[in-house]
């Protein structure tokens, strides 16, 4: 053959190619059809406004495909072809109810809270932390999630909790949130040490009537909202909305909630620098005797 | 859901301390003896690859590590950094369905011609004088060879890839197979890799677009000088240890490896197949970094892309002779150096994808002299053989499941292993010119398997070598006459 047979042969080769490709895919199932997002609502002029970075819903659409659309789905809805083998399930993002907010609970997240939960990821679910992504693509995926549900379009995201500069360490500070966890019954949940194995703990199931477990504290190193102290703190008093872990902003005074949270990190026996629990297990050797064991039985004496 | 799944899903399951016993013990022991007591302090966490043992693992799409594959994206990138975990809670073994089993096939049945001109033949079919020149073509239906993927964690920061590969006969051979541990001392930045691998390259060859047999290859990445008998090409799969590591997102990354200077061979031969010859006791260095950023785009848009650059060293050395008995090779001895070094990138501009490439090549004169053993004298005009050159790739994607391919290669040889003056052989004895297209689609992309329909054209052009190919009656018609040879392709890849 010569050369110019070669290249008739190759040209009518990618025609047909094309072509059986073109057919194909218009037969598909629409995840798999070259634009599977056709159906989406009006993406267009949604943006995010994220450390300085805008984020433009349209490109987010095209991140959303390649990365999200498997567990979220086509709709949004949570429905994704992996979703089935999913536990817990993909968030709903027509329903707009997000766990990670710095925002009070029932209200809508800021761009930065979506932000952050996609960079991070959900440590204890198939929710992946996105942070290869660059900014820009986060940026833009957080605008294009916004589209899924018109309460973007009528609310605006809560106001954001404001977080006081954290108290010293101390054992009084301990011991109070101690009695907190005790009087405020997150033992009844997470159980008395932590080992998400309260009472209440098997029956509890999400907004959407899947079982759901506690926060197991005895394992867990991170949480799904985060790590630091702050973001431990943000979580009970935000609460993860869609799950029963509720917030406690109402009972709990701004600086009573850094006690909390100290006494919480001596639940986490796994955790590497776990000062708060160095500082605790030299209390307790001394002093553990003393101390009412959490739970039912005490719950009176804790008053 | 079933609430078997969930069961076998959940490590808070009492069947789970058992496990968590075993694994600890075996992994606590490897680690303590491989790395150090650290590294087993370090264990339970994870890492993840872009085959679809993973994607099925974690539920993901082939497009969350693929920009198609197998080619990797940063997600791709930071999994496989990772050593094949996603660095949460859901990467150790113990996570996994007890039904789900890691291992991914990968074949392509194809339709295929290739044509090399300028080919020696028997002047008349069958009386073997070989003095005859002329076109050879092929043309059929065919098979490509057969991969065997396993790979996953062990336990958390300890991960594996087994890969048996076959050749279209399957005449197997271990492709890949090592061991990896990662995040020693908690930190990215220290990482290590011991068995077999692919080279830390910025632009890898096994992770690539084309298929075909003359565009399925980066030239560059096994050339030498024509006469040379060093054996090593950047592409090929080596064996020993890598020390490597990454920022949190993989933007930067270095590696420093320490090879057998056998081109990847076991058993102390230099291949992977039976029938190599014996290896010398020596190592080679392979040294590789990269530095990713992001390029804004213009106001009020969403930029351009990750655009990666990167620079690579290889030194290394061959024998030139061999300890014998009877005459028979016993191990590769009076060895002399030689290195491989160059930059690449990894650009992007939205939709359209550039990866160059430059490599500059020397090896030792002695290297350029078959059966001149180092420390002899070598025959008049032998020189150093050098040579230079590169590729420019480029990807076009309309959206994650079409992608078009183009590609130029050109490799110079700087200087003949005889200086010309001396042999008369023309400087430009060697020089290669390539280029490629293809189109690859994608009609079936879940997280279970992969299917891509691809079409591809390459053409190719040597002097005075066979092409890297291998197509044609394997000897040169007219060694100072250019050598020209055409693939044209269609295949279909899949990936279960």
Request: net charge negative; with cysteine.
């Amino acid at each position: 053959m010569t050369l110019k047979k070669f290249a008739v042969t190759f040209a009518l080769g990618s025609i047909a190619l094309l072509t059986a490709g073109a057919r194909v895919s218009t037969a598909q199932s629409h995840v798999n059809s070259p634009d599977p997002l056709l159906g989406t609502p009006s993406v267009a002029t949604e943006t995010s406004q994220v450390n300085g970075l805008t984020g433009h819903a349209e490109e987010g659409k095209h991140q959303y495909r390649r990365f999200c659309i498997g567990c979220h789905g086509p709709d949004g809805n949570g429905q994704g072809m992996n979703a089935q083998w999913i536990d817990p399930q993909p968030r709903d993002f027509t329903e707009a109810t997000f766990k990670c907010r710095s925002t009070p609970t029932g209200t809508l997240p800021t761009d930065e809270d979506l932000f952050n939960a996609i960079t991070r990821g959900f440590v204890t679910t198939n929710m992946p932390s996105w942070r290869p992504l660059n900014p820009q693509q986060r940026a833009d995926l957080v605008a294009f999630i916004k589209t899924w549900s018109p309460r973007w379009a009528k609310e605006k995201p809560g106001a954001v909790l404001n977080i006081p500069p954290e108290t010293a360490v101390t054992i009084e500070s301990i011991l109070h949130g101690r009695e907190l966890f005790q009087k405020l019954e997150c033992w009844k949940c997470h159980g008395p040490e932590g080992h998400a194995d309260g009472p209440s703990a098997s029956t509890l199931t999400d907004s959407k009537g899947n079982p759901i477990k506690p926060f197991n504290f005895s394992t867990g190193e991170r949480f799904m909202c985060g790590d630091s102290n702050r973001d431990l703190y943000r979580i009970f008093m935000t609460g993860l909305d869609g799950s029963p872990m509720p917030s406690f902003a109402d009972v709990i005074q701004p600086n009573d909630a850094w006690d909390l949270v100290h006494f919480l990190r001596t639940l986490q026996v796994a955790l590497p620098n776990n000062q708060e629990l160095t500082l605790w297990q030299s209390y307790k050797a001394a002093h553990g005797k003393d101390l009412k064991p959490i739970g039912p039985d005490s719950a009176g004496g804790a008053q | 859901m079933s609430t078997k799944f969930r069961e076998g899903a959940n490590p808070m399951n009492t069947k789970w301390s058992r496990w968590k016993t075993i694994w600890t013990c075996a992994f606590l022991l490897i680690a303590i003896v491989l790395c150090d007591a650290r590294a087993a302090s370090a264990l339970p966490t994870g890492k993840v690859m872009a085959l679809p043992m993973f994607a099925r693992k974690y539920g993901l799409p082939c497009s969350a590590c693929h920009t198609a594959w197998p080619e990797l994206n940063n997600f791709g990138q930071v999994f496989r950094d990772n050593g094949y975990q996603l660095m949460n809670d859901r990467d150790s073994p113990i996570w996994q369905n007890p039904s789900y089993f890691p291992i991914s096939f990968r074949i392509t049945p194809s339709w295929h011609r290739e044509s090399t001109t300028n080919q020696a033949f028997d002047s008349v079919p069958g009386n073997g004088d070989g003095l005859g020149v002329g076109t050879l073509t092929q043309a059929g239906f065919d098979l490509s060879g057969m991969d065997l993927w396993s790979g996953g964690t062990l336990y958390k920061n300890i991960s594996f890839i087994l890969l048996p590969s076959s050749d279209p006969t399957a005449v197997w051979h271990f492709e890949s197979a090592f061991i990896r541990f990662d995040n020693l001392w908690h930190s990215p930045w220290l990482n290590v890799k011991f068995g077999r691998f692919e080279l830390d390259n910025l632009i890898s060859e096994k992770r690539f677009l084309f298929l075909s047999a003359n565009g399925g290859l980066y030239q560059i990445y096994h050339f030498n000088v024509p006469g040379s008998i060093n054996n090593f090409g950047y592409g090929d799969n080596q064996i020993g240890v890598e020390l490597a590591g990454h920022s949190a997102n993989s933007y930067t990354r270095y590696s420093v490896s320490m090879l057998s200077s056998n081109e990847g061979g076991v058993n102390f031969t230099t291949d992977v197949v039976p029938g190599g010859s014996p290896s010398n006791r020596t190592y080679d260095v392979n040294l590789a970094f990269s530095q990713a950023f992001n390029a804004p785009g213009p106001p009020g848009e969403s930029g351009f892309g990750l655009e990666r650059v990167g620079a690579f060293a290889y030194i290394g050395q061959r024998p030139t002779n061999f300890e014998t008995e009877l005459g028979t090779q016993l191990v590769g001895i009076n060895n002399k150096p030689f290195y491989r070094i160059g930059f690449a990138g990894d650009l992007s501009y939205k939709n359209l994808e550039l990866m160059p490439l430059f490599m500059y090549g020397h090896d030792n004169p002695y290297l350029g002299q078959f059966g001149v053993p180092a420390g002899s004298t070598l025959p008049a005009g032998a020189q150093a053989p050098t040579f230079y050159g590169g590729f420019l790739e480029a990807h076009y994607y309309f959206n994650p499941q079409n992608v078009a391919l183009a590609r130029f290669e050109q490799i110079n040889v700087g200087q003949q292993a005889i200086s010309p003056s001396v042999s008369g052989v023309s400087g430009s004895n060697g020089n290669i010119t390539a280029v490629s297209f293809g189109y690859r689609w994608y009609p079936i992309m879940f997280s279970r398997a992969g299917v891509a329909l691809d079409g591809e054209f390459s053409r190719v052009r040597t002097i005075g070598q066979e092409p890297e190919s291998g197509n044609g009656s394997g000897f040169i018609g007219n060694p100072t006459a250019a050598v020209w040879s055409n693939s044209i392709y269609f295949g279909i890849d899949f990936d279960f």
